[in-house]
């Protein structure tokens, strides 16, 4: 799978740490920035052009790091077709693609450390969307909710 990764100052160091694993996964990593630490930068900045590679199909799937993880979630939803969520533990990483079609993984850079971080995005990573009857009749619902937003 190709792999969109970004991060703010606050998840800055955690995604040098996961860009070279997700790629010994076998993923190609398209990097969105940010390129260096610096902590007058904005997650917006580097959250939404992944968000609108990962609705463009520019990219399978995506990756956010910002300090709590929040603002990335917050930023990546505004993005049509995309279902981000911050995820902090196994179950919610495999789960959200399973049954919600996850397609944007958010983590909080300062919450996580990095062998969670890493199990983390290796579930996520592994993970179908089951499609189940029930969870494509829910996400039409959510579908048209944001189509008629």
Known sequence: MKIGLAADHGGFQLKQFLSPIIARLGHDVVDFGANEQ???????????????????????????????????????????DVRAALVHDHFSAHQGVEDDDMNLLCLGGRVVGNNIAQEIIETFLQAEFTRAERHERRLRKVKQLEESC
């Open 38 to 80: 610096n902590d007058q930068d904005d997650y917006p900045d580097f959250v939404i052009p992944l968000a609108k590679a990962v609705a463009n199909k520019e990219v399978d799937r995506g990756i956010a790091v910002c300090g709590s993880g929040v603002g990335a979630s917050i930023a990546a939803n505004k993005v049509k």
